[in-house]
């Protein structure tokens, strides 16, 4: 069955390092978005791509990087300058040209220790 | 700037009552969708209903209708005869005008807990 895949399911990340969630999906959609989420909070949106090797930046993209290298995969890196990185990411991805037809992965909590 | 607005942080209903959960969207675009989607405790978010800007009729898919009242800028989510299984999270979000800037990225308002009493 086609859908998305984030790994891993929990981090746990010292201070000072980088991290990276991965986001894998094998429903040829054309658009990736990553998403951070707070306890009790929305979704916020950190970045997206549409094609590949081109992605924007979203509302709180400080301190994240990503890369777009194959339609497939979005993997999203964590640096040490996100300054409170503890948050849930949820990766989601769209084909191009629908109304909607999100689909999301589902999740990875990340824990700074 | 657009943005969703959910006013109820948590809400109660009696199984097999139905509940309003509220929403309220600010864009300036005139074509935009608009989403409602369920957190169960384990993270995922679960698709429940979608309402275009130009459906003239609201949206409903099984147990879950749309109440779109587009002159108020409302899209409230409407589930009837409430299951033990329907507390969760519910976000209601928004996509804004298809462009290449806009991305189809999805706007989340802060969500509204649900919580179903035997």
């Known amino acids: 069955d086609g859908g998305i895949t984030q790994s891993p399911k929990y981090l746990f990340r010292k201070e000072g390092q980088n991290v990276t969630l991965s986001c894998e999906q094998n429903l040829n959609h054309d658009a990736m978005y990553w998403y951070r989420q707070d306890p009790g909070q929305g979704l916020r949106l950190i970045y997206y791509s549409q094609i590949v090797n081109d992605f924007q930046k979203g509302d709180i993209a400080e301190g994240y990087s990503v890369s777009r290298e194959k339609k497939e995969s979005f993997p999203l890196t964590v640096t040490s300058a996100q300054k409170n990185p503890t948050a849930f990411y949820l990766c989601?991805?769209?084909?191009?040209?629908?109304?909607?037809?999100?689909?999301f992965g589902s999740g990875t909590r990340l824990t700074v220790v | 700037a657009q943005k969703i607005t959910q006013t109820q942080p948590g809400m109660f209903v009696q199984e097999k009552e139905a509940v309003t959960l509220d929403c309220t969207y600010d864009t300036s675009d005139q074509s935009y969708g608009l989403f409602w989607y369920k957190q169960p405790s384990s993270g995922e978010m679960i698709f429940l209903i979608y309402?275009?800007?130009?459906?003239?009729q609201n949206a409903t898919e099984g147990r879950y209708s749309l109440n779109f009242q587009k002159a108020r800028k409302s899209a409230n989510l409407v589930i009837s005869a409430s299951q033990l299984g329907d507390s969760a999270m519910y976000f209601c979000a928004m996509r804004g005008a298809p462009s290449y800037n806009q991305g189809g990225k999805l706007i989340f308002g802060q969500g509204t807990e649900l919580s179903v009493k035997p």
């Open positions: 309402q275009g800007s130009y459906d003239e």
């Open positions: 989601a991805s769209r084909r191009t040209g629908t109304d909607y037809g999100y689909t």
